[in-house]
Every structure is written in structure tokens, then in C-alpha cells.
């Protein structure tokens, strides 16, 4: 089944703490991206791939660092989760220009 | 900077009811745009895909169209379910692969 796995898909942390939110596809997609969503404030992208060892950021890439070392997983990295990073995640993957999947989500509360 | 308006915000009806979901966006230059449905704490299923050439797409009781000039989407959704309750956002894609999302509308099928 093509699908995109996000884990852990609950997170409660505190403030400081570094925190690794994995993201997997099997669909081959060569391009990955994270996103953050917020009441008010929708979805609003994190970092992107284009493919492997290529990265940018997006919208709101302050706090957040990201690696894809393999086409097929793409990990969202907190080295110091503060609390206005508490926010459901949602990695997505798409091959070209086509339909993006997302994943289930994570919700990551940091106190 | 492309900017993404979802009207209405809510909206409730009486199952049966035909309905039709708006999305407008600021900058016509768009390769595609897709059609989302989320439900409470999940991810984002795709709905429809329409590329910046098409004028809408149809999948079931659903249909997508695309006025890419004035810089217009709707959803319409026919004879509608309590199970089509859920929030649906739409995404508009430019060339270089970014995707801005709306804020959704939140759609309630009452039975």
C-alpha cells in the first residue's frame, strides 16, 4: 500500500530537549516536505527536498533542521524545541508536480 | 506572494443538499491546484488534481473547476453525506513546486 508514515504520531516533550519526528515513503517520490499546522493559521511549510542530499527551507524554518540521506526517508529534527513549536506535523511526498500525500501527522506538545 | 482564501469558513447543511465549497487565490500563474479533505486529527486525503490547462475534474459526487483567469476553484459536491463532514482545503502549486494552502472550510452534513 503507497503511503506515507509519520512517528511517533503523539509527542509531549519539554523545553530544550531534542527531538527527531521520522518520516517514510514507499512510493519512490523524489520530492518530501514538512509542514506545520496551526488555528488561524493553516498549513504552512517547514523545509522541502527536491531529492536526495537537496533541501531548502520554507516558510517557517526557524528552529527546524532536516536531512534526506535516502530518497525515501526525509526526519524533522527540534535541537531545541521551545513551546510555540507545539503544533500538529505533517510530512508529504510527491513525484514530480503530481498529487502530494501527506502522512498521518504527529501532534507535538512542548512544555 | 501568492495568498489562498477559503469562503465560506463553516458551513452546515441538511444532508442531500447540493453545496459548493470556494477557493480564490492571488496569483494566476499556477501549475496546478488539488482539492483536500481532512478530518479531526487526521492527515490530508487528496480529493482532485487540476492542472493549470483543465477546466475541472469530477470523481464521484465530486467536481472541481478552475477559472485559473480570475483566479477561482470551487468544490461541488452533490447530494451530500453526514460522512462528507470533514474540513476541506485547497492547495494551488506554482512552477517551481511550492504549495500555499487555504485555511479550509469546515463542512458539516447534518442527517
Known amino acids: 500500500e503507497a503511503q506515507v508514515t509519520q512517528n511517533p504520531r503523539y509527542l509531549i516533550t519539554v523545553t530544550g530537549k531534542k527531538l527527531t519526528v521520522t518520516c517514510s515513503q514507499n512510493?519512490?517520490?523524489?520530492?518530501m516536505s514538512w509542514y506545520r499546522q496551526d488555528p488561524g493559521l493553516g498549513l504552512r511549510q517547514i523545509y522541502y527536498s527536491m531529492n536526495v542530499e537537496v533541501t531548502d527551507k520554507g516558510d517557517v524554518p526557524e528552529g527546524y533542521k532536516v536531512s534526506r540521506k535516502e530518497k525515501r526517508n526525509f526526519p524533522l529534527i527540534l535541537e531545541s524545541p521551545s513551546p510555540n513549536q507545539t503544533s500538529l506535523y505533517f510530512c508529504a511526498s510527491r513525484a514530480g508536480l503530481e498529487t502530494q500525500y501527506f502522512g498521518p501527522g504527529t501532534r507535538l506538545l512542548v512544555l | 506572494k501568492q495568498e489562498v482564501t477559503q469562503i465560506p469558513a463553516a458551513l452546515s447543511v441538511p444532508e442531500g443538499e447540493n453545496l459548493v465549497l470556494n477557493c480564490s487565490f492571488t496569483?494566476?500563474?499556477?501549475?496546478?491546484l488539488q482539492w483536500f479533505r481532512q478530518d479531526p486529527g487526521k492527515g490530508l486525503t487528496s480529493l482532485l488534481l487540476?492542472?493549470?490547462?483543465?477546466r475541472e475534474q469530477t470523481s464521484g459526487r465530486l467536481n472541481a473547476s478552475l477559472d485559473k483567469s480570475s483566479g477561482r476553484s470551487t468544490l461541488y459536491i452533490a447530494a451530500s453525506q453526514p460522512g462528507d463532514s470533514a474540513t476541506y482545503l485547497c492547495a494551488v502549486r506554482t512552477n517551481a513546486g511550492k504549495s500555499t494552502f487555504g485555511d479550509g472550510t469546515t463542512l458539516t452534513v447534518k442527517p
Open positions: 512510493m519512490n517520490h523524489e520530492y
Open positions: 496569483d494566476s500563474a499556477i501549475y496546478n
Open positions: 487540476i492542472q493549470s490547462s483543465q
